[in-house]
């Protein structure tokens, strides 16, 4: 079993004994006080889906010299409400945030730098998880080859995010943007 399927795996496996254990509470609240706990149960399994925006990425231009390298940065936008787990992730069965880059013949890119992340606590789990909310970047060297072709290229972009609001994630999704590059 690969690692993506193993975190997921461990992602579903607590998300649902989180589930049980909202049911259990909410079954014995309702057995005391002779009301249906089924609202209580539909909050803690949840059927909605963020908006497919909920998590947007760009990338201002870059400039680059023949056989020289420069910074780019890629921007994550996440939507009020949510969050996107941190790279690393707080722990393995997380899906951490993960930019992966195609460069083409005349550009190189060096490992992504990930921004520093904040440590929350949420509902669906029992200790702090490192987050990125609102606007963050991740940056990444370009690489130009001393003869690469001068004018405007195009490097994509694939940015891989598990979206999670204060009560629970949803499944993983990737975001595509491009970094226009401008050899000079």
Do not use: W
């Amino acid at each position: 079993m690969n690692r993506t399927k193993l975190a997921l795996t461990l992602s579903l496996m607590l998300f649902l004994a989180a589930c049980s254990q909202g049911e259990k509470t909410s079954n014995q609240a309702g057995a005391n006080t002779g009301k249906q706990a089924s609202s209580t149960n539909d909050q803690a399994v949840s059927t909605k889906t963020p908006p497919a925006d909920v998590v947007k990425a760009s990338a201002d231009p870059v400039e680059v010299k023949a056989g020289a390298s420069a910074e780019a940065n890629v921007k994550l936008t996440v939507a009020s409400g949510y969050h996107i787990n941190a790279n690393p992730a707080s722990f393995d069965y997380l899906i951490p945030t993960a930019l992966q880059l195609q460069p083409g013949p005349d550009i190189t890119a060096d490992a992504p730098v990930y921004p520093a992340s904040v440590t929350k606590q949420f509902k669906f789990s029992p200790q702090p998880l490192k987050v990125y909310e609102g606007d963050v970047s991740i940056k990444v060297n370009l690489k130009a080859g001393s003869k690469a072709q001068k004018g405007e290229q195009k490097v994509a972009a694939h940015v891989r995010v598990q979206p999670c609001d204060e009560e629970s994630c949803y499944p993983p999704r990737t975001i595509e943007t491009t970094i226009p590059v401008t050899v000079k």
